[in-house]
């Protein structure tokens, strides 16, 4: 949520002096009136720091209720699945990709 909510702020900012902050746009325009990187980016910058606000924000809504807790006995999936550490077999310490578990997950 920090990130939706920093992302929101500052393309408020931006927004508000790249176009209704008289002072700071006369501050960064050179002598010919051409505007300089600063102010064209204030310009540019809310949309897509809307955009990226969205995509957190989608994010964090799929992701929501998902969680995996690592206890000292076993493994928690979403409060509701409990998998015992003593269920898991491993093919060996160096062969990670040989681990199978004693147990039927939702989905499969």
């Not at 700071?24 to 325009?29: I, M, V």
């Not at 995509?55 to 809504?61: C, I």
Request: with cysteine; aromatic share 12%.
């Amino acid at each position: 949520m920090i990130y939706v909510a920093l992302c929101v702020g500052l393309a408020i900012w931006f927004a508000y002096d790249g176009y209704f902050n008289k002072k700071f746009q006369e501050k960064n325009r050179s002598d010919n009136g051409q505007p300089n990187a600063t102010l064209v980016i204030n310009r540019k910058a809310p949309p897509f720091l809307l955009g990226a606000a969205a995509l957190f924000g989608v994010y964090l809504f799929i992701i929501k209720g998902k969680k995996l807790v690592a206890g000292d006995r076993e493994l928690v999936i979403n409060s509701q699945k409990r998998i015992p550490y003593d269920s898991i077999e491993t093919g060996g310490q160096d062969q990670l990709s040989g681990i199978k578990a004693n147990h039927n997950l939702p989905g499969r």
